[in-house]
């Protein structure tokens, strides 16, 4: 079935390190995909998304390419803050773009 | 509004008690949507609405929860009978069809004693 699976946490981190968070997918068709990132207290916000294969989402530092060879969308930052810490969250929209299915989540950590 | 808003913020209830859970979409969304956070975990699907009709509910865990849309804007998430393994942050999003889009609200954290 459709699935998201994104390493576990947390990942703790010092401030200004370079930051990659692997996540793979399982659907049916070429979904689109999307970061999503909760802080602490707060709701889910988007972070970046890419439509097609080879778009590369991008938003406050962070990147994630559509690989659709490898059905991964890795989320990377070059330098990282404190204030990045937050739980991130990698999810697919399905072809009918009524559901998003997302990953377990993973906790940053950023230590200045 | 703004944003989705969702009351309340906080609910505890004792197990076998009946909740309701308010969410206030953005003004013009017609599709809106239910999620269920378990501690640690991402969300997982519960239902989703266009308008006024509910077009997928197979995310319900069981018959004791029930999700309606009378007038196409605001939605209730009912829990009837409360039970320990219901305690969860319910997520509502809404969104405009066809759009890459959701905006989640702040969410409900329901514990269940």
């Known amino acids: 079935g459709n699935s998201v699976t994104q390493m576990e946490g947390p990942v703790t981190l010092s401030e200004e390190a370079f930051l990659t968070i692997n996540c793979t997918y399982t659907?049916?068709?070429?979904?689109?995909l999307f970061w999503y990132v909760q802080y602490p207290g707060e709701g889910l916000q988007l972070l970046l998304k890419?439509?097609?294969?080879?778009d590369k989402g991008s938003n406050k530092g962070f990147e994630a390419t559509y690989r659709k060879e490898t059905t991964s969308f890795h989320l990377e930052k070059g330098s990282v803050q404190v204030s990045d810490s937050a739980v991130y969250f990698c999810a697919f929209l399905n072809n009918a773009g009524n559901m998003l299915t997302f990953g377990g989540g993973t906790r940053l950590m950023v230590k200045p | 509004g703004a944003g989705v808003s969702q009351s309340p913020r906080y609910k505890v209830a004792k197990r076998g008690q009946d909740v309701a859970l308010r969410c206030d979409p953005i003004?013009?969304?017609?599709?809106l949507f239910w999620y269920q956070q378990a501690l640690g975990q991402g969300p997982e699907f519960l239902t989703y609405?266009?308008?006024?009709?509910?077009?997928?509910k197979s995310g319900l865990p069981s018959d004791r929860f029930f999700a309606e849309r009378p007038e196409g804007s605001v939605s209730t998430l009912k829990i009837q009978r409360t039970q320990q393994e219901d305690s969860a942050v319910y997520l509502c999003?809404?969104?405009?069809?066809?759009?890459?889009?959701?905006?989640f609200g702040s969410g409900t954290r329901l514990t269940v004693v």
């Open positions: 003004s013009g969304h017609v599709s």
């Open positions: 609405f266009q308008n006024e009709a509910q077009l997928d």
């Open positions: 999003a809404s969104s405009l069809p066809g759009s890459y889009g959701y905006t």
């Open positions: 659907a049916t068709g070429y979904p689109s």
């Open positions: 890419a439509t097609k294969a080879d």
